[in-house]
């Protein structure tokens, strides 16, 4: 069974960067599609960005995060990173790291516990 743990979240300041970072275990990870959503409280899950399986050469991002958030992935330590730069208010949510089989697929079933981020001067 895939198991995904979040770390990385934290208090920053406007303008500041952080990286969030997601551990695999459970499958084959060079085989799963990885992806970043996030939540703000009283709203829905948004998606953020995803990579591609077998090595990470394909990336998409949100609009409100493109140039300022970069999705990676390491096959050998099964991570999949997430740096945030120019961090905003609007970026505070609760982050989660998910994973599923292709570039298209829900990502409705396999999620972490998430990592809080919280943007604030």
């Known amino acids: 069974q895939v198991q995904l743990e979040e770390s990385g979240g934290g208090l920053v300041q406007p303008g500041d960067s952080l990286r969030l970072s997601c551990k695999f275990s459970g499958g084959m990870f060079n085989t799963w599609t990885m992806a970043w959503f996030r939540q703000a409280p009283g709203k829905e899950r948004e998606f953020v960005a995803k990579i591609s399986r077998g090595g990470g050469s394909v990336t998409d991002y949100a609009d409100s995060v493109k140039g300022r958030f970069i999705i990676s992935r390491d096959d050998v330590r099964k991570t999949v990173d997430l740096e945030m730069y120019t961090l905003k208010p609007e970026d505070t949510a609760h982050y989660y790291c998910?994973?599923?089989?292709?570039?298209?697929?829900?990502?409705?079933?396999?999620w972490g516990q998430g990592t809080q981020v919280t943007v604030s001067s």
């Open positions: 998910a994973a599923d089989r292709f570039w298209t697929s829900p990502f409705d079933e396999f």
